[in-house]
């Protein structure tokens, strides 16, 4: 098998979740490879990939910083900014907002200059989702609006949808529950449009929260009941947790109800 080869059954087996086959795949590219950057930057980038998902943050991040200065080398600025946002994505998922943020920010400028749009919807949902993260709720809405303003402009309902999502999050952090509501139900609307279970969970979820410190706790319900059954069909993690919660609210709007 040639480079080429090794890097595409690696690519199916990361894909298909198989990541020590996916590791090995790429390690054997890498011994084949000779002196071409893009191809060399793909595997540094595969590699760190794979590291990432298994909970080696230590050696994706080395993989990351090789692909980086491979890329700033040749001036791909494209693939340099989406190397820096995996890279915020493991320390975001490492619980660390501050490192996320600083790797966030560095991707910004560089997705700008080559007119990523799209990607940079996804990045200032991240940026926001991160800066609520750090308790920085006035951030969190500046990012929230910018990603929102971008994706109308690209008429991208789908990422219009996420950032309208971390819109509303950003409101309700800052106490604005009704203007909260309205845009979560505006998420919401385009989710459902799309067909995208998750994206209506994760908007219904936030919308029982709302409901919940509004005290109304009828509505409340009703949205926490979509969500469980969500849960429910796809066997998602949080269905204990969802379910334990639905049932202290109609505890709390019916306090004679039977436990």
Known sequence: MGTSDWIQTGNRAFSAGDYARALLCYQRALELVRGDPDLLADLHGNLANVHAVTGQGALAVEHYQKAIAILRGTEDYGRLGTTFVNLGNLHADQGDPASAIHFYQQATVLLESQEKWAELVTL????????????????????????????????????????????????????????????????????????????????????????????????????????????????????????????????????????
Do not use: F
Not at 172 to 187: D, K, N, P, T
Not at 210 to 231: F, H, K, N, S
């Open 124 to 259: 200032y949902g991240n940026l926001s989702l991160m800066s609520l993260k750090r308790e920085d709720p006035n951030a969190a809405l500046q990012y929230a609006e910018k990603g929102a303003a971008l994706a109308r402009e690209i008429h991208h309902p789908e990422r219009l949808a996420d950032a309208l999502h971390r819109l509303a999050k950003a409101n309700g952090a800052l106490g604005r529950v009704q203007i909260a509501e309205g845009i979560s139900q505006a998420a919401y609307r385009l989710y459902a449009q799309a067909n995208n279970d998750m994206g209506c969970a994760a908007t219904l979820y936030h919308q029982a929260s709302l409901y919940e410190v509004l005290g109304r706790l009828t509505e409340a319900i009703r949205c926490l009941e979509r969500v469980v059954a969500i849960d429910e069909r796809y066997d998602l993690p949080k269905l204990a947790e969802n379910r334990e919660w639905l049932s202290r609210l109609r505890r709390k709007a019916d306090p004679e109800r039977p436990t």
